[in-house]
């Protein structure tokens, strides 16, 4: 069935650059989004790509996509300690807006 | 826009009793979405409507969870009778149409004892 996976942790030092990858099944997927959550807080939409780009970026976000591998990446230049939050990535697989969810990535930054 | 309302923050109550979740999404949009989050199960779609009118249900767990939208402003979610394994936290999401992306509420924090 549909399903999409990400790591569930990732440290990083502040400065450097956070890399959040996500792998998912549906090659029908026609956006595929990026939300953070902050503790206590709902999820914020960060960022989306269609399907039909390679890349986006958008000031300290890079978001890549491999449709052939199915791979879709989330990178945040520069990180802070207030990018510290969980990171979710999402398919939207047809028109029934039942989008996929990964369990999300808990980022971690140390200063 | 004050963004998605949801009320109450926090919800302990004990099991059997009757629990409601309220949500106002943002005006102007048409679609809107129950989500329940736990560690477990990660995020889980529970139900959508379109227009006021529901479109996909089967994410309900049971036919203890009702949820309803009177008018584009305004839906509820009830829980009843109540359970231990429903405690979760419970997001209201609303978007402009369709396939647009989703503008989450801050949720509801449910714990049934």
């Known amino acids: 069935g549909e399903d999409v996976e990400q790591s569930l942790f990732l440290s990083v030092r502040e400065g450097d650059s956070s890399v959040i990858n996500c792998t998912y099944t549906d090659s029908s997927s026609t956006y595929l989004y990026w939300y953070k959550q902050e503790p206590g807080a709902g999820l914020q939409l960060l960022t989306y790509i269609f399907s039909n780009m390679d890349m986006k970026q958008d000031q300290r976000l890079t978001v890549l996509l491999n449709k052939k591998d199915k791979h879709l990446s989330l990178r945040i230049a520069d990180t802070q300690t207030g990018d510290s939050a969980i990171y979710f990535c999402a398919e939207d697989a047809g028109n029934n807006r039942k989008l996929i969810w990964g369990l999300g990535t808990s980022l971690g930054v140390n200063p | 826009d004050a963004g998605v309302i949801q009320s109450p923050r926090h919800e302990v109550t004990e099991m059997g009793q009757e629990v409601t979740l309220r949500c106002k999404p943002i005006s102007g949009h048409n679609s809107l979405f129950w989500y329940r989050q736990t560690m477990m199960r990660g995020l889980e779609l529970l139900i959508y409507f379109n227009n006021n009118v529901p479109i996909d249900d089967s994410g309900m767990p049971e036919d203890r969870f009702s949820a309803k939208m009177p008018n584009a402003s305004f839906s509820t979610l009830k829980i009843q009778p109540s359970e231990p394994r429903d405690s979760a936290v419970y997001f209201c999401?609303?978007?402009?149409?369709?396939?647009?992306?989703?503008?989450f509420g801050n949720g509801t924090r449910l714990t049934v004892t």
């Open positions: 999401a609303s978007a402009l149409e369709a396939n647009s992306p989703l503008h």
